[in-house]
Antibody, heavy 123, light 107 residues
Framework: QVQLQESGPGLVKPSQTLSLTCTVSSGSISSGGYYWSWIRQHPGKGLEWIGYIYYSGSSDYNPSLKSRATISVDTSKNQFSLKLRSVTAADTAVYYC???????????????WGQGTLVTVSS | DIQMTQSPSSLSASVGDSVTITCRASQDIRNDLGWYQQKAGKAPKRLIYAASSLQSGVPSRFSGSGSGTEFTLTISSLQPEDFATYYCLQHNDYPRTFGQGTKVEIK
C-alpha cells in the first residue's frame, strides 16, 4: 500500500516562500503512469489542484497561482516538493500531496493521498 | 479552465433517504468525471469513476450518471457513515477542477 507523508513548516510569514515535501513509501516515485500532485483546501472550503510533476521532471501548474508555484522531484529520495512564493493569508490551507493514477488510458484519478498538513500564513 | 458547478452546497437528510447531487461542467468533458467522498479531517476517497462506474469496494447504494456536461451522484438509502462532503472532479483536461462540494448532514 503506497503511503504519502507531507512535511514542512506549519507557519509561514507573508511574502515568504512556502516549502513542503512529500515522502513516498511502499512504492517508487519513478513508476510510470503516476503523476505526483499537490492539492490544497482552504479552511472550510473546497479543493484546489495546484500542479503535478512526473518522475521525468515534466510538470504542469494551475494558472490561478500566477506562476508562484514550483514542484520538483528527487527520485533518489523518493520525494517531491512544492515551493509557493510570495505567499499571503489567502494561501492559508491544508496542503495535500497525492498520486494521480494515469496507468489506464482515460481513467485518471487521485488514488493515494497524504494526511494533509495545515500551513498558516501569518506574521 | 473547465469550471465545475456543483449543487446543492449542502443538504439535510435522514437515514434511509435518497439524495441526488448534481455537477455541471462548463464544456463537454465526455464521461471524464469522478465523485469523491471526504470525511472530516480526512483525504477524499473516490466512489465513482467514468461518471457512472462504481469503484471497487464502494457500496452499491452509490450510483452516478451523466455525460457531456451534466452529471449526478445518487445515494439511495443513506446510511450513518454516508454523512460527509462530496466532490465531483473532472479529469478531461488540466488544470484538474473540483466542484465546490456538497455537505450531506443529518436531519
Amino acid at each position: 500500500q503506497v503511503q504519502l507523508q507531507e512535511s514542512g513548516p506549519g507557519l509561514v510569514k507573508p511574502s515568504q516562500t512556502l516549502s513542503l515535501t512529500c515522502t513516498v513509501s511502499s512504492g517508487s516515485i519513478s513508476s510510470g503512469g503516476y503523476y505526483w500532485s499537490w492539492i490544497r483546501q482552504h479552511p472550510g472550503k473546497g479543493l484546489e489542484w495546484i500542479g503535478y510533476i512526473y518522475y521525468s521532471g515534466s510538470s504542469d501548474y494551475n494558472p490561478s497561482l500566477k506562476s508562484r508555484a514550483t514542484i520538483s522531484v528527487d527520485t533518489s529520495k523518493n520525494q517531491f516538493s512544492l515551493k509557493l512564493r510570495s505567499v499571503t493569508a489567502a494561501d492559508t490551507a491544508v496542503y495535500y500531496c497525492a498520486r494521480e493514477n494515469r496507468v489506464r488510458f482515460g481513467d485518471y484519478y487521485f488514488d493515494y493521498w497524504g494526511q494533509g498538513t495545515l500551513v498558516t500564513v501569518s506574521s | 479552465d473547465i469550471q465545475m458547478t456543483q449543487s446543492p452546497s449542502s443538504l439535510s437528510a435522514s437515514v434511509g433517504d435518497s439524495v441526488t447531487i448534481t455537477c455541471r461542467a462548463s464544456q463537454d468533458i465526455r464521461n471524464d468525471l469522478g465523485w469523491y467522498q471526504q470525511k472530516a479531517g480526512k483525504a477524499p476517497k473516490r466512489l465513482i469513476y467514468a461518471a457512472s462506474s462504481l469503484q471497487s469496494g464502494v457500496p452499491s447504494r452509490f450510483s452516478g450518471s451523466g455525460s457531456g456536461t451534466e452529471f449526478t451522484l445518487t445515494i439511495s438509502s443513506l446510511q450513518p457513515e454516508d454523512f460527509a462532503t462530496y466532490y465531483c472532479l473532472q479529469h478531461n483536461d488540466y488544470p484538474r477542477t473540483f466542484g465546490q462540494g456538497t455537505k450531506v448532514e443529518i436531519k
